[in-house]
């Protein structure tokens, strides 16, 4: 790789992360149903009908992942806690689920490195998506207690805290375009999870706060840069960056949504949002910034709000098909703090690519993904030198997992697994990273 730890700002930090549904195996100690179970029951949805039940055994295995990360030379470790083994049914505490992750964040310490928790990273107890999932309000306000169980068990261990990964995923993904659970398709729908998500933000920082914990709290948004195919498409990027990139960004920071995203989905607003606009703008200690790709949109005259569709760019692209274009992280960082969050420190919470990797006896070479990290890593530097205040970065994943509606199909890792037998194999990008930052 051509950059190396001395090339960033004294204190930056380097990490991995993963997801607790992602990796440690749902059928390990007590857990509740979640929405991602169903969902990946109904044929159709996920590839295979995989799920989460075995995924990488982590619950089992979590010494040896910590390993890697502390001899893969990295600062911090960034999981989640899911919210169905915390609380099986939604609401009650399981003392095994908070032992479990207690286990975790010990771990994490004995080995030098940082925890960063995220509280919802998608598992969505089922008896609150019976009850309308985050289209009903009252999953926001659950959402605050759940915060406040973890936060009061692992708050004074924990060096950062997001309330919730990637709402965008959460609310429109979800519940507009249908792509992930509950996989509905409903603008009404959509427009309330757009809002009930921040409001669980707010509730979750409340949680945070109140507990009294020290650790640095905050969110994780995921941004795409917006690309219009031709000229007469650049109002269609606008669209898309209202409701992909503004929408969360301007209520955080801002405690407002952006006016050309409102056009469409006001009808639908619960009454009375405007309410809650105060706490979901409550001060962030730090902000998380997930970056992969850029998207192209099409412009869909006469269709109805948003009409656009994304179409397929011309760069080379990763096994997901998403574009690589690593400019669209360092150009979104300078934008980010420019226009919303000021001296703020941003984390990149979340980069990296899914190759088609292979097992060669007990070696996995990668070079796409060594290049990936490093053109991202040289953007990363480029919005610092610009004045950006970005304090790390995080490699998305530490593990090959459960890529979701992909199954076990697509890998992330910077280490293989091998599924049938759970053994670990580090990939020439954990090397690559290892020795830039060691
Ligand atoms: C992000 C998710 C993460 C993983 C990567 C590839 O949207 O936060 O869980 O699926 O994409």
């Not at 000021?342 to 690519?353: Q, R, S």
């Not at 899914?354 to 490093?374: E, I, K, M, N, S």
Request: one cysteine or more.
């Amino acid at each position: 790789m051509s950059v190396s730890r001395k090339d960033f700002p004294e204190g930056f930090e380097f990490g991995v992360a993963t997801a607790a549904y992602q990796i440690e195996g749902t059928r390990n100690g007590i857990v509740g149903p979640s929405h991602w179970d169903s969902y990946a029951a109904t044929l159709g949805n996920v590839v295979n009908g995989e799920n989460g039940d075995v995924a990488c055994d982590h619950y089992h295995r979590y010494g040896e992942d910590l390993d890697l990360v502390r001899d893969g030379n990295f600062d911090t470790y960034r999981f989640s806690t899911a919210w169905t083994r915390v609380m099986p049914d939604g609401r009650t505490v399981n003392a095994d689920g908070l032992a479990f992750y207690d286990r975790l964040v010990d771990a994490v310490l004995e080995r030098g490195l940082k925890p960063s928790l995220t509280l919802y990273h998608w598992e969505l107890p089922e008896v609150f998506a019976d009850a309308g999932g985050w289209s009903n309000r009252d999953t926001a306000l659950a959402f605050g207690d759940y915060a406040r169980a973890v936060m009061d068990r692992l708050g004074d261990r924990v060096g950062a805290v997001a309330t919730i990964n990637e709402p965008w995923c959460i609310a429109w993904l979800s519940h507009f375009l249908g792509l992930h659970a509950p996989g509905m398709r409903n603008i009404r729908t959509a427009t309330r999870a757009m809002h009930h998500i921040n409001l669980a933000h707010a509730e979750g920082m409340q949680a945070i706060r109140a507990s009294g914990s020290k650790a640095d709290a905050g969110i994780v948004l995921n941004f795409a840069w917006p690309k219009p195919e031709s000229d007469a498409d650049a109002k269609a990027a606008r669209r898309f960056d209202g409701i992909h990139n503004r929408w969360f960004l301007e209520a955080i920071t801002k405690g407002q949504y952006p006016a050309d995203t409102l056009d469409g989905l006001g009808p639908y607003m619960p009454d009375g949002w405007q309410d809650d606009m105060a706490a979901i703008s409550a001060p962030i200690d730090w902000l998380g910034v997930n970056y992969y790709t850029r998207t192209t949109l099409r412009d869909l005259p006469g269709a109805v709000w948003p009409a656009f569709e994304d179409v397929p760019g011309p760069l080379p692209k990763t096994d997901m098909g998403w574009e690589i274009y690593p400019d669209g992280l360092g150009d979104m960082l300078t934008r980010i703090a420019r226009d919303y969050t000021g001296d703020t420190p941003i984390i990149v919470t979340e980069n990296g690519m899914a190759g088609d990797d292979h097992l060669d006896g007990q070696t996995c070479d990668d070079p796409v993904r060594v290049q990936y990290f490093d053109d991202h890593l040289q953007s990363v530097l480029r919005s610092i030198k610009q004045g950006t205040p970005v304090r790390g970065y995080y490699a998305w994943s530490l593990l090959d997992n459960y890529e979701w509606s992909f199954g076990y199909d697509k890998r992330f890792g910077i280490v293989y697994v091998d599924y049938a037998t759970q053994a670990r194999y580090p990939k020439a990008s954990y090397h690559a990273l290892k020795d830039a930052i060691g």
